[in-house]
């Protein structure tokens, strides 16, 4: 099993859908969670921490599930900024490490 | 909004030459880290530092690389003998410890001819 695996996509959504992001990871130890976003050749940009109790941040919501080692994301209204790759970060080695999934990307149309 | 940055944005190498990509993390963060991405694909953990110390590093993180803190702003890697495999966008990164987001570096895009 991958250490953190996501669908690639790409999603190809009309704005103002709502899109939903699964993600998976195998070590069960991991603490920390995120979802990051990366746009074309660009550096990783922090969206956002992901707790057990869920989190919204806007139109953004995340999920984890400690249980099935899963996490969601999931963006309602989307726009057309929204399109870039959306990353699955899973921090492990005891803090000192992030393990990224290859990513999923996501297009949205007019 | 505190910045990571990163010089040169772009460098060109010879195979065999060393290179020295340079970063400034954040004032107030303690961890710093290097990551790089080959082209199209993911983002791969290099190493981190703490403590003018290494805390964690890769399997990529061989004898040919090294960090430094030479003072107290800037954060090095070194690639003494750089490689055609060692082309990959490299990016910095700070936080204030274990648990906390990261801040990425805008990158450098090293490429080795």
């Known amino acids: 099993r991958k250490e953190v695996e996501q669908d690639p996509g790409p999603f190809n959504v009309p704005e103002g859908a709502t899109v939903a992001f699964n993600c998976t990871y195998s070590?069960?130890?991991?603490?920390?969670f995120f979802w990051y976003r990366q746009d074309c050749r660009k550096e990783p940009k922090l969206l956002m921490s992901?707790?057990?109790s869920g989190n919204e941040d806007g139109r953004f919501t995340a999920q984890l599930n400690r249980a099935s080692q899963y996490i969601s994301l999931l963006i309602r209204d989307s726009k057309l900024s929204d399109s870039a790759t959306y990353l699955c970060?899973?921090?492990?080695?005891?803090?000192?490490?992030?393990?990224f999934g290859t990513g999923t990307q996501l297009k949205v149309e007019l | 909004e505190p910045e990571v940055t990163q010089t040169p944005s772009h460098q060109v190498t010879q195979m065999g030459q060393e290179v020295i990509l340079r970063c400034v993390p954040i004032?107030?963060?303690?961890?710093f880290y290097w990551y790089r991405q080959i082209l199209g694909q993911k983002v791969e953990f290099l190493v981190s530092?703490?403590?003018?110390?290494?805390?964690?590093k890769s399997e990529i993180f061989d004898d040919q690389f090294s960090v430094e803190r030479p003072d107290g702003s800037n954060f090095t890697l070194k690639i003494r003998s750089t490689k055609l495999e060692d082309s990959a966008m490299y990016f910095c990164?700070?936080?204030?410890?274990?648990?906390?987001?990261?801040?990425f570096g805008s990158g450098t895009r090293l490429t080795v001819v």
């Open positions: 970060v899973v921090e492990t080695g005891g803090g000192n490490k992030l393990t």
């Open positions: 070590n069960s130890a991991s603490q920390s």
């Open positions: 992901v707790y057990s």
């Open positions: 004032s107030n963060h303690l961890y």
């Open positions: 530092f703490y403590n003018n110390e290494i805390s964690e």
């Open positions: 990164a700070s936080n204030q410890g274990p648990l906390y987001g990261y801040t």
